[in-house]
Nanobody, 124 residues
């Protein structure tokens, strides 16, 4: 069982930066591939980025390549999402998710555990 808690969201102007964190409970965090998804108002939840259990492989949605960076610190049971050059269209609730082993996945159904989400709002 893994519990995930996101933090770091907020209101920021376009062009600004945020770093989201996802803290996981339990002693087996290093066994989990992690992903970030987001859901904008009135839209379906979409894949953003994923990282393998050992951090060796990452996947990015085309819309965020070059602006978003995922990383993880297994000693701290935390995965991070650095977001730079924020755009109004990045406004969404951002969720982290975990799946045992694997290299990460772009599919929501591949993940077993989800956090409650953190709101990111970008003003123009």
């Amino acid at each position: 069982q893994v519990q995930l808690v996101e933090s770091g969201g907020g209101l920021v102007q376009a062009g600004g930066s945020l770093r989201l964190s996802c803290a996981a409970s339990g002693r087996t965090f290093s066994r989990y591939a992690m992903g970030w998804f987001r859901q904008a108002p009135g839209k379906e939840r979409e894949f953003v980025v994923a990282i393998s259990w050992n951090g060796g492989t990452t996947y990015y949605a085309d819309s965020v390549k070059g602006r978003f960076t995922i990383s993880r610190d297994n000693a701290k049971n935390t995965v991070y999402l650095q977001i730079d050059s924020l755009k109004p269209e990045d406004t969404a609730v951002y969720y982290c998710a975990a799946r045992l082993w694997g290299s990460g996945s772009t599919s929501m159904t591949a993940y077993e555990y989800w956090g409650q989400g953190t709101q990111v709002t970008v003003s123009s």
